[in-house]
């Protein structure tokens, strides 16, 4: 487990050597900032609508880090053989892709910490409200969330040639499953045969990423999800993560690493 | 090259940069066939603005119900497009239903993504009705010819918020962008009248709006009747409560021919037509 925790660390550090997150939460920050400084109709109680961009942007920028870090991971370690000193060690391959994770996945939840808690400045200076129990449940489901889609990038990072094409591919797919995931079943009961049972059982084979998008919950003041249905949600992600990651090993193991 | 000799170069480049944009400034708006005036959201969206305004006046009815509102693979989208609650405030709220447009849950994943998002039908309600003015804010923004962004934020700030000026000054920003809106001068008329409690000037509005609709509509095949209705109704009680009985029959007589309830407008006749005689003398007008 020493060596998974060495390699994760490795991932940290570079997270925060690499100027991505700095740009992305200034960005995120910049654009927040000058939103809240229109003035619509003299009213400064306003609130929802910087909720919503923030969260927003805080969505976008995750997904970016996340994607991102982890797609580079595997081949910037081949293509700098330095997979090779790191094998030698001797690690196993299993535990190169567990590290990687980890690490990919703790970085991510620095990250995400600094973002929520810029959210929560933002937003309880506005309201007046301190819903820190949200919050947290948000940021939780959210780095649930991130776990799955860093699995499914570092699948995709054995898999693919590039670090560009996984980038682009993942994007799309974790877009999609966002955006129209939870709704594959009502447009799948308005088609013919076959059509409808491929898409019914592409319905149920996908992660449903959607389900930790909570932000309508934040922004519209909605109460807090129970905790058993958080922890359910935790679960189904794990088995997505544990699915991927063994994907990931099954096709690392016996890769050729030359290139 | 000396280093004094390169930005004196740098120098000239700037100067005539600067010359030459103060020259051509004047000359940019012709060939790009835009007003010197335009907003920055109107440089920056180009003619998609108006699908942007479209967009940010569903989110006002989105954030309306606080998010709960149908995607746009929901059947119900399209209807509550049309007919929002928004622009409707004096209709009856629906009775607070769990699922609603959604429907049963069609399987598991259905019923276990629900705890994760709004499912409970509500309307803001209170202060809180102040969220949806940014949406608003922005349609017009993008869209000064939406005249029902004016409208609708004009009605919650006046009616719910007790902002009269703001709402005010936002139906004269319509106004000025869209001068022949018998939409905006209505209104404009309800605020002069329920909130400033001046009839004179809620009357003259509304006759300048029932002339701009006699102008505009009364030619169509499908003229606006539901306006038609409102400013005429509007009228008559008006004229009512100033003891102009003859003219409130006769604005309520007009009503009546576009009203979808002509038999409660006629009773309503009847009643005044009652205290016509009691009342003596008719209307100098």
């Known amino acids: 487990m020493n060596k998974v925790f060495a390699i994760s660390g490795v991932v940290i550090k570079e997270l925060y050597r690499r100027k991505d997150f ?38 976008i920028s995750a997904l970016v880090i996340a994607i991102t870090t982890t797609a580079r991971q595997i081949p910037a370690e081949r293509e700098n053989r330095t997979i090779f000193p790191l094998l030698a060690k001797p690690v196993t391959r299993a535990q190169v892709i567990t590290g990687k994770f980890l690490g ?69 797919a974790v877009l999609g499953i966002l955006l129209l995931g939870g709704h594959l079943n009502t447009v799948a009961l308005g088609l013919k045969e076959p059509a409808r049972t491929m898409l019914y059982t592409l319905y149920f084979l ?9 932000r309508d919950i934040i922004i519209y003041d909605w109460p807090r999800i129970p905790w058993l249905d958080c922890l359910l949600a935790t679960l189904y992600a794990a088995v997505y993560v544990a699915l991927f990651l063994f994907a990931a090993w099954l096709v690392f193991r016996r890769k050729v690493l030359t290139t | 090259m000396k280093a004094s000799r390169a930005i004196l170069i740098l120098l000239l480049l700037l100067a005539v940069a600067f010359s030459l944009g103060t020259v051509l400034q004047l000359h940019a708006p012709r060939w790009t066939h835009r007003s010197p005036s335009e907003s920055v959201l109107a440089l920056a969206f180009g003619e998609s603005r108006q699908l942007f305004a479209n967009h940010f006046f569903v989110k006002a009815d989105i954030s ?71 949406w608003l804010r922005i349609s017009a923004e993008l869209d000064p010819h939406r005249v029902e962004a004016y409208t609708v934020a004009s009605y919650w700030m006046r009616k719910h918020l007790g902002e009269v000026d703001e709402a005010e000054q936002f139906l004269r920003e319509g ?50 009747n539901l306006s038609l209705d409102q400013i005429t109704v509007h009228l008559a009680h008006l004229e009512e409560q100033e003891g102009n009985l003859d003219r409130a029959v006769e604005y309520f007589e007009m009503a009546k021919k576009v009203s979808p309830t002509p038999s409660q407008l006629q009773k309503q006749i009847d009643e005044i037509k009652q205290r016509l005689p009691r009342a003596g003398t008719l209307s100098p007008h």
């Open chain 1, 22 to 59: 700095y740009v992305l939460f200034v960005l995120t920050a910049l654009i927040t900032l000058l939103l809240g400084s229109v003035n619509f109709f003299h009213d400064d109680r306003i609130a929802r609508y910087l909720k919503e961009i923030c969260l927003l942007l805080i969505w």
């Open chain 1, 104 to 172: 990919c996945w703790l970085a991510v939840a620095v990250a995400l910490a600094v973002f929520y808690l810029f959210f929560g400045v933002i937003s309880g200076s506005r309201e007046h409200a301190w819903p820190v129990l949200k919050y947290f449940q948000a940021l939780w489901l959210q780095w649930t969330m991130l776990a799955v889609v860093i699995a499914l990038v570092l699948f995709g990072s054995v898999i693919f040639t590039s670090p560009a094409e996984n980038v682009t591919i993942c994007f799309f």
């Open chain 2, 64 to 134: 309306f119900h606080s998010g709960y509102y149908p995607s746009i693979f929901d059947e119900a989208r399209q209807a509550e497009e049309n007919d929002n609650d928004v622009s409707h405030p004096d209709e009856k709220e629906e009775p607070k239903s769990e699922g609603g447009f959604l429907g049963p849950p069609t399987d598991w994943i259905d019923r276990f993504g629900r705890h994760f998002r709004p499912t409970l039908h509500t309307h803001l309600q209170g202060g809180n009705i102040r969220e949806i003015l940014p």
């Open chain 2, 175 to 224: 106004l000025r962008a869209n001068p022949d809106s018998y939409e905006l001068l209505f209104e404009l008329g309800s605020l002069y009248y329920d909130n400033r409690h001046d009839a004179g000037r809620a009357r003259n509005v509304w006759l300048a709006a029932l002339r701009l609709w006699q102008k505009q509509e009364s030619g169509k095949g499908m003229p606006d």
């Open chain 1, 206 to 214: 996908i992660p449903h990423l959607e389900w930790f998008d909570v």
